[in-house]
């Protein structure tokens, strides 16, 4: 059964100390794994999406990595607009394969 | 304008009643799902539909039914509603192919009394 755990469940930074978020999933073929962020209320808003292992994707002060077994985001100098919940998904390979979400990971950065 | 959009964004009703929730896309995508995110904001999914065909559809009570008029359109029909049943409905839509990335809506959030 594919799953997804993520870590820490919480956490909080302060503005400009940069941290890693984790996200380490099972699946049976990865076709994709899939990072998003929600904010309270909202729904969530997609972020990248990684193939294969030693893939890495940039935007702004976010980085994602891949390898076979998990996927880091790194926050660099975050700032108080980066607080937000982020999801990690996967989808394994297979004509309708569904995403499997991880908790997600609340992070608040304090000014 | 508005990508995934979804109405009612607040849905209160009573236990027994049956209820839907309207979901529309402009994105042109091919595939819309739904998920349900419980209290402990536990995104899971619910039905997916392809260019109008079901193809994936979880363990969730046959109380709750897909329909898709089109491409562009997946409502989600409930039939007697259960406390259980509330929570957070998100509607989602991509493309099948090599990039599957989902586009969200906003949400409705169901309360059962």
């Known amino acids: 059964e594919d799953q997804v755990t993520q870590s820490p469940e919480a956490l909080r930074l302060q503005e400009g100390e940069s941290s890693s978020l984790n996200c380490s999933y099972t699946v049976s073929g990865l076709r994709g794994l899939f990072w998003y962020r929600q904010d309270p209320g909202k729904g969530p808003e997609f972020l990248f999406t990684l193939y294969s292992a030693g893939e890495e994707k940039e935007k702004e002060r976010l980085k994602a990595t891949l390898t076979k077994k998990e996927s880091f985001l790194h926050i660099t100098a975050p700032k108080p607009e980066d607080s937000a919940t982020y999801l990690c998904?996967?989808?394994?390979?297979?004509?309708?394969?569904?995403?499997?979400f991880g908790p997600g990971t609340r992070l608040s950065v304090l000014p | 304008d508005t990508a995934v959009s979804q109405t009612p964004k607040y849905l209160v009703t009573q236990m027994g009643n049956d209820k839907s929730i309207k979901c529309e896309q402009n994105?042109?995508?091919?595939?819309m799902y739904w998920y349900k995110q419980d209290s402990k904001k536990f995104l899971k999914i619910m039905f997916s539909y392809n260019n109008k065909e079901l193809i994936i559809n979880e363990t969730v009570p046959n109380r709750f039914s897909p329909k898709s008029p089109d491409k562009a359109h997946l409502n989600l029909h409930i039939n007697s509603l259960e406390l259980g049943d509330s929570a957070v409905y998100f509607c989602?839509?991509?493309?099948?192919?090599?990039?599957?990335?989902?586009?969200f809506g906003p949400g409705t959030r169901l309360t059962v009394t």
């Open positions: 989602a839509s991509s493309f099948t192919g090599q990039s599957y990335e989902q586009y």
């Open positions: 998904a996967v989808q394994a390979r297979g004509y309708g394969q569904n995403f499997v």
């Open positions: 994105l042109g995508h091919d595939t």
